[in-house]
């Protein structure tokens, strides 16, 4: 049952070429591809998937085949994919590409998936696009491949060739963000630091850079917005230091030592950052990351105690499919009535927000584990009649259960 939402769904893969969406390229090779980009003056747009990703299929499936998406690439690019994975049930055009796929990997710093390349008219690497998203928002990255002054590659030559410019570096900043390149990231943001006045890091537009890559503890960055705390939330917003400085910490400091640990440390651990840092709350930060900790250790009395505290830290910062995984990881995982209980009350005030068709079948789930099986089996035909048709055998199939008395979790 699909309870974790969106792009980490698995979908069969799309056969590339659709007749309204995208149009790639076929039984060609990158010299061909190249010359047909030069010919025409377009830009050559590259997608760099593998069979095992789940956020590539989705994209193949659900963006890739849209009318308005296919227009716009058609339009302005040569469209090419290239699988990066080798399998048994490679077609022989697929093998053809297996080369320039390494060599993809290694020339153009592949390190992740889906990544998406964009290629001037003269086969240059001028842009690259790392994750997918809907339709619209992938459309306006793709444009951003199109423009000298917003191309990933672009600027980071530029960038090279002006090492102190810090608006550069601002520019490269926001751009290496959206490649995912790390070690350039980190570099440009070293050129803000050094390059600006105290006046010039205040300044909004700089401090929004800042916050949305804050790194370790005692880093530049964090040291900065922790010695300007009241004035980054006079600029930002109230609050707005402690979250970004409690979620490095986290990262950096909590987050590795208890996960790596064999025994149960994190409240100890959580002290004694508190003392560290006692001029950063730590606690809105902590109450998100509890419930993901106890679930890791399969603490799931721990959980429910987590989670019941999360929602009530602050009840309007929590999104209904936040409400629904945790409910479902109840049911999945755990028979003490208490939890299952808790499991209910968070399932149905997920529905008080949105009548989707997994979430109801999350509460009908709940209720049957319950002993509540004549309401189960009423919510769950709400289900059925609210799910698309492609998932409507597998609700049919837990109706069937909750019918005959059985159970549908795992024993």
Known sequence: ???????????????????????????????????????????????????????????????????EVGEFFNENFVNLKIQMDETEADSEEVK????????????????????FLIFNPDGELVHRIVGGGEAEQFIALAKEGLDPNTQFETLAKKFDANPTDKEIAKATV?????????????TALNVVMDNSTEEELLEEETLELLVRNVDEPEGKIFTF??????????????GKSDQVLAEAILRYELAPVVMQSETDILEETIAELEGKYS??????????????????????????????????????KIHPSQLNSFAWAIFE??????????????????????EDAAFIDTYANLLHKLGKTEEAIEWQEKAIAAVEDVDKAEYQATLDKMKKGEPTWID
Not at 12 to 23: C, F, K
């Open 1 to 67: 049952m699909k309870k974790l939402i969106l792009l980490l769904l698995t979908i069969p893969l799309l056969v590339v070429g659709q007749e309204q969406g995208i149009s790639f390229e076929h039984n060609t090779t990158w010299e061909g591809v190249k010359e047909k980009a030069k010919t025409e003056n377009k830009h050559i747009f590259v997608d760099v998937f593998t069979t095992w990703c789940g956020p590539c299929k989705w994209m193949a499936d659900n963006v890739f085949p849209q009318q």
């Open 279 to 316: 001029d950063i709350s730590l606690a809105n930060t902590v109450a998100g990351f509890k419930p993901s900790y106890y679930a890791r250790k399969k603490n799931w009395p721990a959980f429910k105690d987590a989670v019941n505290a999360f929602i009530d830290a602050d009840p309007s």
């Open 225 to 238: 917005i922790r010695s300007h705390k009241a004035a980054v939330d006079t600029q930002l917003g109230d």
């Open 96 to 115: 053809s590409w297996r080369e320039e796929a390494k060599r993809f990997a290694k020339d153009y710093k592949v390190v992740a998936y889906p990544t």
């Open 174 to 186: 926001v751009a290496a963000n959206k490649a995912y390149d790390r070690d350039l990231l980190a």
């Open 333 to 354: 995982n755990c028979d003490d009535p208490a939890c299952v209980e808790s499991a209910l009350v968070w399932s149905k005030k997920s529905l008080e927000e949105i």
